[in-house]
């Protein structure tokens, strides 16, 4: 072998990341003696509050954007003693934070509407659905006062189904059959001794050993299939019948299974995940009720910002506002539309962020099927078809009925559905997922909802992405003039409500900083 087809420790370590995540990533550097053997740090656990502005500053603050971050803002300065006014254009707050119940409608921008005819106690996030638990959005639920429960971000039990493959199969079964030959190829290149020029004797033998756990490979270091590819039948009184033998590992491969069982490795999809009881906006109207109701003028449609020498004016249709200062919440792509003074690079920073879209579908049904028929509770089915995914709830088990999301796909998938109205995004998404759970996924739905986030008013994306963080990106982080701005898609922690939280923090700290110094 020549020195160049070498495997050295780096890339057998990144190898091995890719295939079984971070967790199989540390045991094999443990095998290999590179890890530490105990944390080097103490887990801070979050506190109830973790945040707050020191001292308290008279100012009056007007707030473009009643979602989750200029709640946030408005929620933070109201406790350090500020006047703040929340201008929002729709007729609720919480923005992209919705959660859809029965009789709710939503209108999108070419005028369709739909009505929720869920079942009481039966609810849709439609935006956000998950929280990991090192996100300071777990920070507010607590101070809040908002319940949460877990989220069931993997299960075993789930499907994986690839336009590879002739029928579904059960997440533990995909893995078990990519790890098991991923590690048999490692461990017979061990064993031949095609590593030999980058790793000790002790090297090979503790990875082999490793291989033989991560595989559940057999003497010969062949992966022949194994008690975690799951049963037909399981083991109770008799042994149980197991699932047949493994496919070949070209058919593995050729089923393309690779992305879907690596949803999960990125560091933002923490296992456990969390939800708030009873519907994500559980968290917005907690802020609401924070902020006071009164302090939030919904059916406000903002027409234009000023900033001034000595405030800001915000006009917007009805009126004028005049504040000390303005911080603006909008997606960027919305905000660079409003009439400004704000100077041309502030203008071509907010154009820069490209809008993404978005789209999710809840399927109402009168029987939780889910659990009954396939012993599925919670988690999420990943595909390869233009669904994306499907999840299934992660509470009200055992009860008589449930909403399973068809869909939650971006970009060109969500283009595609967004395209279409709410009854064909419907027949569509239940033809796909009818391919992993049969006629009853279609027969046995009781109703549904569908958004498409580039086509919901004032807001139009489900998220926006900067090309680089540079550049304007930059500008946005500092105020133009008394006016600020703030947002997820001001942090690299786009599309997630922690983003917002987090920007919110940075925004209300750089203004009450300046207050405070009494600089204007």
């Known amino acids: 072998m020549g020195e160049d087809r070498v495997l050295t420790r780096r890339a057998l370590l990144v190898g091995v990341g890719a295939a079984g995540g971070a967790g199989a990533m540390f045991a094999a550097m443990g095998a290999l003696g590179l890890a530490p053997d105990s944390q080097t740090k103490d887990f801070v656990p979050p506190r109830p509050s973790d945040f707050s502005l020191s001292g308290r500053a008279a100012a009056k603050v007007v707030i473009l954007g009643g979602g989750v971050a200029g709640l946030a803002c408005a929620y933070e300065l109201g406790k350090a003693g500020y006047d703040c006014t929340v201008l929002e254009a729709a007729d609720r707050a919480g923005g992209r934070n919705r959660t859809v119940r ?19 106690g039966t609810y849709f996030n439609a935006g956000p659905g998950r929280i990991a638990p090192w996100m300071v959005t777990l920070d507010y639920c607590r101070e809040l006062g908002v319940p949460i429960e877990m989220f069931v971000n993997n299960n075993a039990s789930a499907y994986v189904y690839t336009q590879g493959m002739t029928a579904p199969i059960r997440s533990r079964t995909a893995r078990a059959d990519l790890y098991g030959y991923v590690a048999e190829l490692l461990a017979k290149a061990t064993d031949a001794g095609a590593l030999n020029q980058r790793l000790t004797k002790d090297d090979r033998e503790r990875l082999s050993e490793f291989l033989r756990h991560f595989g559940d490979l057999g003497p010969d270091l062949g992966y022949n299939g194994s008690t975690r590819r799951g049963f037909e039948t399981y083991p109770g009184v008799g042994d149980g019948i197991p699932i047949p033998a493994p496919s070949s590992l070209q058919d593995v491969l050729a089923a393309g299974t690779g992305r879907a069982i ?27 009720r924070a902020v006071g109701p009164d302090r939030i003028r919904t059916g406000t449609r903002v027409t234009g910002v000023k900033d001034l020498p000595d405030g800001v004016e915000v006009t917007h249709r009805g009126g004028a506002f005049r504040a000390d200062y303005c911080i603006a919440t909008l997606p960027p792509h ?80 969500a283009e595609l559905y967004g395209r279409l109205s709410h009854g064909e995004r419907r027949d569509r998404a239940l033809t796909q997922g009818k391919k992993i759970h049969g006629e009853k996924y279609r027969s046995e739905l009781r109703s549904s909802v569908s958004v498409a986030w580039q086509r919901q008013p004032y807001i139009e994306g489900g998220w926006a992405v900067w090309p680089s963080y540079t550049g304007g990106f930059t500008v946005l982080q500092h105020p133009a003039g008394r006016v600020y701005f703030a947002g997820d898609w001001l942090t690299r922690l786009v599309a997630w409500q922690a983003g917002a939280l987090e920007s919110a923090r940075k925004v209300v700290t750089d203004l009450h900083s300046r207050v405070l110094q009494g600089t204007s």
Request: glycine fraction near 12%; charged fraction near 20%; charge should be negative.
């Open 102 to 120: 029965g009789g709710d409608r939503l209108t999108e921008l070419d005028g369709e509407t739909q009505t929720a005819e869920f079942e009481e």
């Open 262 to 288: 690596t949803m999960d490795f990125g560091y933002e999809q923490a296992t456990p995940m969390f939800q708030p009881v009873g519907g994500m906006d559980s968290i917005v109207t907690a802020l609401v």
């Open 334 to 413: 919305l905000l660079a539309r409003l009439p400004h003074n704000l100077g041309g690079p502030v203008t071509a920073a907010l154009r820069t962020p490209v809008p993404i879209a978005a789209g999710k579908l809840g399927l109402e049904y009168g029987r939780r099927w889910w659990e009954i028929d396939d012993r599925i509770y919670g988690g999420i089915t990943e595909t390869d078809l233009d669904i994306t995914h499907i999840w299934y709830p992660s509470h009200g088990y055992h009860s008589r009925s449930g909403l399973v999301v068809g869909y939650y796909n971006s970009e060109e998938n």
